[in-house]
């Protein structure tokens, strides 16, 4: 539809600034000459938009204007991106905002939107933790927030897993991630970037000084890095296993997600009773014993041979448990 482009058009304007008629058709996917009947149409509704001659030019808005959703704070504005979450929204102390937020955009749009926007909400929801688990108490994370949107530097005493447990670092807050139900803070230090388990931080206080934000940091991408970095890191380990097919396809399901990965990437052929081979990635002797014991009877340790006696041992004591006595 014309409106729909003619407000696409204004967009692109005002998000990129200065854009010749050949980029906005290709982006627009019309023809040049549309293009130019658009500027003229959205120049006689009262938009500033002008067009720059030369090697060099192009069309852009005045400088300033900008196109708002009547109503809306910064503020509100802001948590619209949380629209589906809820439940996240008021952990980080925008609930209230948030609700504000939708109520004026619901009352902004024209009756068929409005319409088809109760139909997604009331037919769309967005759980993020995983199954069987619950609440992680995160009492400073408003604290952690607050220091992610006013750009303050922030002082925390954390609990890790390794020798001294307790630290105190002060930090340069850079964002917030939700990963499947549990909260991370990302921030640097004068020595690196990395992320801090919410829950894991003991006390916080936020500081009058401002955080330090690098140069083209962009949270999204930092963090799917430093995930993918995070799990090569940890399984320090390799077993190889023959299994099932079923088993195989069955990882996915249960396994986490790199365990899986690896041990699909790296299965052999089915032989003809449907077994294969393959190398499953673990963190230690005992985390591969506990993990893969979730394949039961469809899978078999054949290194390392420490691996494979826990296997053993482990199926000596069910057949005691289970099996009758010998009489």
């Known amino acids: 539809m014309r409106a729909d482009r003619l407000l696409s058009l204004l967009l692109l304007l005002q998000t990129r600034g200065r ?24 120049g ?14 192009g069309y852009q ?43 004026k955009l ?13 139909r997604v909400r009331e037919r769309l929801h967005l ?27 922030l002082e925390i ?6 020798a001294p447990r307790e630290v105190t670092r002060t930090l340069h807050p850079l964002g917030v ?17 990395t992320a801090y388990r919410v829950s894991s931080i003991l006390d916080a206080e936020l500081l009058d000084e401002p955080a330090r934000r690098p140069e083209g940091f962009e949270l999204a991408a930092f963090w799917r890095e ?42 052999g052929e089915p032989d003809e009773s449907g077994w294969l081979v393959t190398r499953v990635p673990i963190e230690s002797v005992r985390h591969g014993h506990i993990e893969l014991l979730k394949l039961g009877a469809e899978a078999e340790v054949l290194e390392p041979p420490e691996l494979r006696e826990c296997f053993a041992a482990t199926a000596r004591g069910l057949a005691a448990t289970y099996l009758p006595a010998a009489t």
């Open 44 to 57: 006689a509704a009262g938009v500033p938009v002008y067009a720059d001659r030369g090697p060099a030019g």
């Open 157 to 162: 005493r954390y609990r890790r897993w390794k």
């Open 61 to 103: 808005l005045l400088d300033g204007y900008r196109t708002r959703l009547t109503g809306l704070t910064s503020d509100e504005a802001g948590t619209l991106f949380l629209a589906g979450m809820p439940g996240p929204a008021a952990e980080l102390g925008l609930g209230s905002v948030l609700a504000a937020a939708q109520l």
């Open 177 to 193: 991630v939700l990963k499947a139900g549990r909260w991370y803070l990302v921030a640097a230090t004068d020595t690196r970037t």
């Open 226 to 267: 430093w995930t993918q970095r995070y799990e090569r890191s940890v399984y320090t380990a390799t077993a190889t296993v023959r299994m099932t097919v079923a088993a195989l396809e069955r990882m996915a399901y249960v396994f986490p997600p790199e365990m899986s990965r690896v041990a699909r990437a790296e299965a």
């Open 19 to 42: 854009m010749t008629a050949q980029e906005l058709a290709a982006e627009l996917e019309v023809s040049v000459r549309t293009v130019y009947r658009d500027v003229e149409s959205l």
């Open 106 to 118: 619901r009352a902004s749009l024209p009756g068929e939107l409005a319409d088809r926007a109760d």
């Open 127 to 153: 759980d993020a933790p995983g199954w069987f688990r619950g609440d992680e108490p995160v009492p400073h994370l408003s604290t952690v927030a607050d220091a992610v949107w006013s750009g303050r530097r």
